[in-house]
């Protein structure tokens, strides 16, 4: 199973286990760290559920689409490694993905 490195806002690294198919915020949410909200459930349309994707892992990420885009259009901490958590989809190429969970805006 892919393992995925998790940065909180108070900058402790957790290790998950990310079941293929599911998404980094499902990933976080289980392991209940602090920080994540994920309001909607991972419909992208909450934004609360907005990660960092450290630069060497933003192509695997894949592409953001436009509502994605939109969303993180409202936060004032989005920048250039800013994705939805629950727009990004666990696969093996994912194993290793490092993210740090955005501060609240
Ligand atoms: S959980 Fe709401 S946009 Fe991701």
Same mark, same amino acid.
């Given at each position: ?10 900058? +402790? ?52 689409? +436009? ?39």
């Amino acid at each position: 199973m892919p393992q995925i490195f998790v940065t909180t806002a108070k900058g +402790e690294t957790h290790t998950l286990n990310a079941e293929p198919g599911t998404t980094v915020m499902m990933a976080i949410r289980d392991a209940g760290l602090e920080g994540l909200l994920a309001l909607c459930g991972g419909v992208c349309s909450c934004a609360t559920c907005h990660v960092h994707v450290d630069p060497g892992w933003m192509a695997a990420a894949g592409e953001m689409s +436009e509502d994605e885009s939109e969303l993180l259009d409202g936060s004032m901490r989005r920048n250039e490694h800013s994705r939805l958590g629950c727009q990004i989809l666990i696969t093996s190429k994912l194993d290793g993905l490092r993210v740090t969970i955005a501060d609240e805006d």
